[in-house]
């Protein structure tokens, strides 16, 4: 085991800064002393609340969450300011697997700041949003005492929706003068909004890109979000359409006072459990499937891919009793 | 496993150019590394910070205002203070011939000047960490 985790791990990552940052690369590579970390931390994390931010290219998320980890600190005047630890994930490129990892430039306010520690991510060719590694990086910090952590995707389109399972709570930012791009985001991630905020508010055009945001809300509330409700007597979150100008720092006061009353309402109804079994079971599902393919590649006989695909290709076998024996090759059995 | 270079590119100081050390950000995400940008005017307080919040494997300074020799030492004085001690540092920018051996005695692996190619630059890291 390597020297890093020891048996005060759990210390140490409170009070070393410099032993959080090196753990979070062992996790961010996969290594083994980053899994044995995890696991031997796994008992001190599931307190923290994780925020995630989402939204188009350009629309202002990186600022955002500039604005908000200040409100955080400052505190809502009732209790002690919370840790803030921060993520954002920006693309790798799919050429080179290089990246730039920009996001600390709109994050400048927060230098400075201990109680505030912000870790960029290259997505690392995962699709979805965040790097494969992300939501472990947040259960570090979570373990080392950030009371709030907030997790910025790369900028999404639609199919970047992976971030609300691992956000308690997701915002999802939009901006006046992105036309039709609206609708392009109407299918996709607005549906996973906890909070809508349309950020660049002194821009023109900022009502109808309001407007639109709320009829879409009126209509999935007719649909799909009432009758998944349940009976009158279920609370149901209201998704607030909230104004910012995040470079003024206009706003974000309101967006976390929303985003504590969200966590309040999850909470105060049964969806928080909901919502952490659906995630625990989300986790061990992927575990599960990374750990079984990983599995049948290194017990795969050299070459036997190569003549499957060969006698597929020439029409001598078929597809799933292709599948069928390359399984039972690696040691699977289903029959 | 998947392990990547970490470079953070950093701009101390109160000159506004920032073409040289995008240049260099980008020439290195070209060569598959993943490269910290911190933008404009950084105290060298920030810059130690981002090091080790980042874990980078190295940092490159990138300085046009002529007060590199005030900011680069106080920079690997704080990241020594972080236990960061052994975390190599380049410097680019414009610096006159006559600083850059004090800046390689006060610990800076290496000085770029303009004109310098952006593939040596990659091969020096790449050799550099062939070493860790």
């Known amino acids: 085991m390597s020297s890093l985790v020891s048996s005060r791990l759990h210390e140490d990552i ?7 940052a090196r753990l979070i690369t062992e996790v961010e590579n996969d290594t083994t002393t980053g899994r044995d970390a995890l696991e031997i ?27 908000l ?5 400052k505190g809502t005047g009732k209790e002690t300011k919370p840790h803030v630890g921060i993520i954002a994930v920006d693309p790798s490129s799919p050429f080179t697997g290089g990246a730039i990892l920009g996001d600390r430039v709109r994050m400048r306010d927060l230098s400075g700041d201990t109680g505030i520690f912000i870790r960029s991510m290259a997505a690392r060719g995962a699709i979805g949003g965040l790097a494969r590694t992300t939501a472990q990086v947040a259960r570090l910090m979570d373990a080392a005492g950030f009371e709030v952590i907030m997790v910025e995707t790369v900028g999404a389109g639609q199919a970047e929706v992976e971030i609300a399972r691992l956000a308690h709570t997701t915002i999802v930012v939009d901006a006046p003068g992105l036309g039709d791009d609206i609708q392009a985001i109407k299918a996709g991630i607005l549906e996973i909004a906890d909070i809508l905020v349309v950020n660049k508010a002194d821009l023109p055009g900022v009502e109808s890109t309001e407007r639109a945001l709320q009829a879409m809300l009126q209509l999935s509330n ?11 007597s279920t609370p149901v979150w209201e998704v607030p359409v909230l104004r910012t ?9 309101e967006v976390m006072e929303n985003a504590l009353a969200h966590l309040h309402f999850l909470r105060t109804s049964n ?24 599995h049948w590649m290194k017990n795969l006989p050299p070459s036997a891919l190569d003549k499957s695909v060969e006698a597929l290709y020439s029409r001598k076998a078929t597809p799933y009793q292709t599948v069928k024996d390359l399984l039972k090759l690696s040691g699977f059995n289903f029959d | 496993m998947d392990q990547k270079i970490r470079v953070l590119i950093a701009k101390p100081g109160l000159d506004g150019h920032d073409r040289g050390a995008k240049v260099i950000a980008r020439a290195l995400r ?21 090091a080790l919040q980042e874990n980078v494997d190295i940092v490159g300074l990138s300085i046009l205002s002529g007060a590199h020799l005030t900011l680069v030492p106080r920079i690997i004085e704080l990241m020594q203070a972080n236990g960061q001690s052994k975390l190599p540092v380049f410097v680019g920018g414009i610096i006159p011939e006559e600083d850059v051996n004090v800046l390689l005695d006060a610990g800076v692996k290496a000085v770029y000047g303009p004109g310098s190619a952006t593939t040596q630059i990659i091969d020096d890291i790449q050799k550099l960490m062939a070493e860790k």
């Open chain 1, 69 to 73: 980890a200040l409100a955080f600190r």
């Open chain 1, 222 to 232: 007719h649909s799909g979000r009432a009758s998944s409700a349940g009976s009158s």
């Open chain 1, 245 to 253: 100008v995040s470079n003024k720092g206009e706003g974000a006061f």
């Open chain 1, 271 to 294: 969806e928080w459990e909901k919502r952490q079994h659906l995630r625990i079971r989300d986790e061990v599902e992927n575990l599960v499937m990374q750990t079984m393919q990983q």
């Open chain 2, 30 to 50: 070209d060569a598959g590394m993943e490269v910290i940008y911190t933008g404009l005017r950084q105290t060298p307080e920030m810059v130690a910070e981002a």
């Open chain 1, 41 to 67: 931390l796994y008992p001190h994390t599931g307190n923290a609340y994780i925020i995630g931010i989402t939204g188009a290219p350009g629309v202002g998320k990186s600022s955002l969450v500039n604005q």
């Open chain 1, 14 to 20: 409170r009070d070393n800064r410099l032993i959080l």
